[in-house]
T-cell receptor, first 114, second 114 residues
Framework: DAGVTQSPTHLIKTRGQQVTLRCSPK?????VSWYQQALGQGPQFIFQ???????QRGNFPDRFSGHQFPNYSSELNVNALLLGDSALYLC?????????????FGEGSRLTVL | AQSVTQPDIHITVSEGASLELRCNYS??????LFWYVQSPGQGLQLLLK??????LVQGIKGFEAEFKRSQSSFNLRKPSVHWSDAAEYFC????????????FGGGTRVLVKP
């Protein structure tokens, strides 16, 4: 049973560029969340998707957007990259129905903005 | 707003010694509480969780944690540390009323001396 998978694992961008990160949830999960983890800090909630809609959003600017597809996979898009966007981006999934709050995390996509 | 505090940024412990990591949360309602572990360059793995019931919970890898409502704490313990326990540990809280998004503490890095 595959867990949460993310791609790419590492990428380097320059300021002003745009980036798309991808996530496939764990089998049987239909809810996907994205977190940003800056170096030396705990993860910060970006947003959560289920039923192909953004359901909850953390304190992140509109440059951060997402999408969820019918197969429950998800993308995180960041426009107009800033140096401060350099971080590990973590995707997490859980089942919507009967869930216990536990999230299953992928290994992350490490973004470096130069 | 919900918040989590992990007062210790770094802890160094000798192999075989006991370990206790502190976690305090703020908010009025009864939370869902979690401890996650992150090895270098990896995603987050759930060690244990508390939702209700017995305030002493057992997790994987020999870890346990105790929920103390009066102190708003959820400290993690292990009686005898192994070298493989060297990692970063994150306490997290979620509230059903807040859509079950996870709020993480800043983490505690554990170093294990031989």
């Amino acid at each position: 049973d595959a867990g949460v998978t993310q791609s790419p694992t590492h990428l380097i961008k320059t300021r002003g560029q745009q980036v798309t990160l991808r996530c496939s949830p764990k089998s049987g999960h239909d809810t996907v969340s994205w977190y940003q983890q800056a170096l030396g800090q705990g993860p910060q909630f970006i947003f959560q998707y289920y039923e192909e809609e953004e359901r909850q959003r953390g304190n992140f600017p509109d440059r951060f957007s997402g999408h969820q597809f019918p197969n429950y996979s998800s993308e995180l898009n960041v426009n107009a990259l800033l140096l401060g966007d350099s971080a590990l981006y973590l995707c997490a999934s859980r089942p919507l129905a009967g869930h216990t709050g536990e999230l299953f995390f992928g290994e992350g996509s490490r973004l470096t903005v130069l | 707003a919900q918040s989590v505090t992990q007062p210790d940024i770094h802890i160094t412990v000798s192999e075989g010694a006991s370990l206790e990591l502190r976690c305090n949360y703020s908010y009025g309602a009864t939370p869902y509480l979690f401890w996650y572990v992150q090895s270098p360059g990896q995603g987050l793995q759930l060690l244990l969780k508390y939702f209700s019931g017995d305030t002493l919970v057992q997790g994987i890898k020999g870890f346990e944690a105790e929920f103390k409502r009066s102190q708003s704490s959820f400290n993690l313990r292990k009686p005898s540390v192994h070298w493989s326990d060297a990692a970063e540990y994150f306490c997290a809280v979620a509230y059903k009323a807040a859509g079950n998004k996870l709020t993480f503490g800043g983490g505690t890095r554990v170093l294990v001396k031989p």
